[in-house]
């Protein structure tokens, strides 16, 4: 069974900068795409960013492309969401996920792929 911790959240001002990280249990290589997803309570889930299994490629909802940069380090198996600019509207809990998906073509149909593991999440607050 796969296991994924977050961490990295916390509070930060407008503008400000914070990298989550999700460490998995096991290896994510060439088996595993992975995602970030966020949900605040009372709020639909969104999925924010991903990569995929091969690292090749990756893709953003419109509202973080180019404030987030997701990245991997296979040999840490860890996966990072470096995020910039960040604004209010971005408070949130952060979750990754994996996916058993082989094949960069997982990023243009992600949205619609239920992830199979999930973390417990990260909460990133943006206030002044």
């Known amino acids: 069974q796969l296991r994924l911790v977050e961490s990295g959240g916390g509070a930060v001002q407008p503008g400000g900068s914070l990298t989550l990280s999700c460490a998995a249990s096991?290896?994510?290589?060439?088996?595993?795409?992975v995602a970030w997803f966020r949900r605040a309570p009372g709020k639909e889930r969104e999925g924010i960013a991903t990569?995929?299994?091969?690292?090749?490629?990756?893709n953003y909802v419109d509202s973080v492309k180019g404030r987030f940069t997701i990245s991997r380090d296979t040999a840490k198996n860890t996966v990072y969401l470096q995020m910039n600019n960040l604004k209010p509207e971005d408070t949130d809990v952060y979750y990754c996920?994996?996916?058993?998906?082989?094949?960069?073509?997982?990023?243009?149909?992600?949205?619609?792929?239920?992830?199979?593991?999930w973390g417990r999440g990260t909460q990133v607050t943006v206030s002044s």
């Open positions: 996920t994996a996916t058993v998906y082989i094949g960069d073509d997982y990023v243009r149909e992600w949205t619609t792929i239920p992830p199979d593991y």
């Open positions: 096991e290896t994510l290589s060439d088996l595993y795409a």
């Open positions: 990569i995929s299994s091969s690292g090749r490629s990756t």
